[in-house]
């Protein structure tokens, strides 16, 4: 999956040497060998540059001597998993960073045969997405609340703006009760399957059941958008189907963002519900 980067600019980190303890081996991870670590973060220079202010940029110093401690101070077996923590633990601590290609190098790798290095490669960034929330059986608001609060809690999710929450009629033709809807946005380091595993982990503790398609529910999670995404598998469906006819998402959605534009339709928020509008008006 490729990490969608709003900043073009490039800071390069070239062959840091670190010694560290990684590997399968007990001898590797107790004697020890020099790993070589090549990044490109993906950050915004411009403003740092006009001014020439460090302040305003990354400081690759910093990153080069996280990098070293986070490699000294743990240990893996796989070069897999040093990429995998090293990236994200890179991204956690480095705000202005938005993404990153980074290369594990490993020349001292117990292979048996003559070769320079054996490497792993990685590209990890923050995704954009957008997440509804509904609630129509029980204590709606807590429901709805309690997930919010999940959400901020967990450590590669980062909450941004929240719409109003909506009282709207059931969709579908189920006859039930009222529901509360509404819109989030967020910033997160997860997959699109490891957002919606986690989502479906919170409905399960809302008491969320599955047995009848649009009926009632305590909480209702769903990825409307996931950057510019689009996928459509057994598991998954983004943008999220049929999301073009329903109000209670548009509505939301234009409070928050009325200028996305669905990658699929190629309308904007405030096109759609006014499309959705203007049918609705017709069939009065």
Known sequence: MTVEMKNKDIIKIQNLEVFAHHGVYPEERENGQNFYVNAQLYTGTREAGLRDDLNLSTNYGEVCHFMDCFLKQHTWQLIESVAEQLAEAVLLQFERVEALQLEIRKPSAPIGLPFESVSVC??????????????????KEKYIQDALKELRSHHLIRVGAVSDILCTKPYGGVKQDDFLNGVLELRTLLTPWELLEFLHELEQKAGRTREL????????????FYDDEVIDSKELTIPHIDMDNRTF?????????PWYRHPVLNRTMVQLLDELKSVSRKLL
């Open 249 to 257: 998402v548009l509505e939301p959605m234009c409070q928050l963002a």
């Open 213 to 224: 398609r649009w009926g009632p529910r305590t909480l209702d999670l769903d990825i409307i």
């Open 122 to 139: 990685v590209e990890r960034g923050w995704h954009t997405a957008f997440v509804a929330f509904g609630s129509n059986l029980g204590e």
